[in-house]
């Protein structure tokens, strides 16, 4: 009897979906990796999935898109101009329990912008959390690309590389922790049998 597919694949079709449940398309896809499909196979159509209705998403909702990316305005501001800028300001130098509080205070608001995008944007909330992830590094590239040149011609910028290099990725998982903990189901990944009721059902359908 061949393995059960991908159960992380399957959870992610599951439970980060875009407005619609798709019952219906992990029903052919399991039964496809039934009849001799590759895990590879099954992985490469959950992501093509993904990503076609993100961007179908989008264009359908440009205008909520748009709020989304215009949400990295305010967390900017709180995080850098208010909070950073006022770190900055004192002469003394920080102790290290500081620093680990004003990294805590950054994940913490970035993760917290990422559950009120989700929350406001209810059945939409996939897409416009990922497009808030999105606008965020497209806001950071640019600094971290400057010192990734910098490093490259003097390394004493290493350290400022490793740090901006942790800013992005924390960021980023912030972002997503935050927008997707909703999402995260209480029990574990759907069992054979719930699997194969899709199968089922679909061949009652047909």
């Known amino acids: 009897m061949k393995a059960q597919p991908p159960a992380l694949a399957t959870w992610w079709l599951e439970h980060l979906r875009f407005g619609v449940r798709n019952d219906f398309l992990i029903g052919d896809l399991v039964e496809e990796y039934g009849r001799g499909r590759s895990r590879a196979w099954y992985w490469k159509q959950v992501v093509a999935a993904f990503v076609l209705n993100f961007g179908r998403e989008v264009r359908t909702h440009p205008l909520l898109a748009a709020r989304a990316a215009a949400s990295v305005w305010s967390v900017w501001y709180l995080d850098g101009f208010v909070f950073s800028s006022s770190l900055h300001k004192l002469t003394i130098p920080l102790p290290p329990a500081i620093g680990f509080m ?53 390394v004493r910028y290493g350290p400022y590389l490793l740090n901006d290099f942790l800013d992005l990725v924390l960021t980023s998982v912030s972002i997503l922790l935050g927008g997707f903990s909703n999402s995260f189901p209480r029990n574990a990944a759907p069992t054979s049998n719930q699997l194969s009721v899709h ?8």
């Open 102 to 154: 004003w990294l805590l205070f950054g994940c913490g608001a970035w993760a917290g912008a990422g559950w009120i995008v989700a929350r406001i944007h209810g059945e939409h909330k996939t897409t416009m959390v990922l497009v808030f992830a999105i606008s965020v590094l497209f806001w950071k590239l640019p600094w971290f690309y400057q010192v990734l040149v910098d490093t490259l011609r003097n």
């Open 199 to 206: 199968v089922e059902s679909e061949d009652q359908l047909r």
